[in-house]
T-cell receptor, first 116, second 115 residues
């Protein structure tokens, strides 16, 4: 079965410091991975995706993610955190069976708190 | 361009009642998906529609149903409400039928409280 795991419920980082939000995945074929962010009382916003190609994927708001096949990880990173980055972050994997689909399996989410 | 619009934003219902939630996708988007978000279970997939056809369904009981109209607007219905149905229901639309090609755009959700 396909799944993603986000081992940290919360990540705390000081403004200006680099941040990493961890995600590991389990799929039987090629993984198609996504990061979304959710601000309070809002829906999710797409940050970036990995389908194939370069292991370092750049996305919105200065975020990037590193795909590591041997470690089955897709960690979200940002060189310098902003207080406004404080939000709930979700890693997701697209299901592989059944042809074209918009169905995603989401991780449990990681709350990022950036202190001024 | 207007985003995904979900109505109503908040809803309070009593156990045993039924409820209908509405979602208007971004203009031109043909795909609509529904997710349930709860603190305990996180984000769980309900179903997705593409060009008025249900393509995928999650592991929810038959009390949860949905449909998509010819203008791509979608509704989901929950009958015989239970306390455990209290959640944020999120709708997402996509320009194309596969999220590999175009990302999901989420609405702000409908917060359903069942008392």
């Amino acid at each position: 079965a396909q799944s993603v795991a986000q081992p940290e419920d919360q990540v705390n980082v000081a403004e200006g410091n680099p941040l990493t939000v961890k995600c590991t995945y389990s799929v039987s074929g090629n993984p198609y991975l996504f990061w979304y962010v959710q601000y309070p009382n809002r829906g999710l916003q797409f940050l970036l995706k990995y389908i194939t190609g370069d292991n370092l994927v750049k996305g919105s708001y200065g975020f990037e993610a590193e795909f590591n096949k041997s470690q089955t990880s897709f960690h979200l990173k940002k060189p310098s955190a902003l207080v406004s980055d404080s939000a709930l972050y979700f890693c997701a994997v697209r299901v592989l069976y059944g042809g074209a689909t918009n169905k995603l399996i989401f991780g449990t989410g990681t709350l990022l708190a950036v202190q001024p | 361009k207007a985003g995904v619009t979900q109505t109503p934003r908040y809803l309070i219902k009593t156990r045993g009642q039924q409820v209908t939630l509405s979602c208007s996708p971004i203009s031109g988007h043909r795909s609509v998906s529904w997710y349930q978000q709860t603190p305990g279970q996180g984000l769980q997939f309900l179903f997705e529609y593409f060009s008025e056809t249900q393509r995928n369904k999650g592991n929810f009981p038959g009390r949860f149903s949905g449909r998509q109209f010819s203008n791509s607007r979608s509704e989901m219905n929950v009958s015989t409400l239970e306390l455990g149905d209290s959640a944020l229901y999120l709708c997402a639309s996509s320009l194309e039928g596969d999220t590999l090609n175009s990302p999901l755009h989420f609405g702000n959700g409908t917060r359903l409280t069942v008392t």
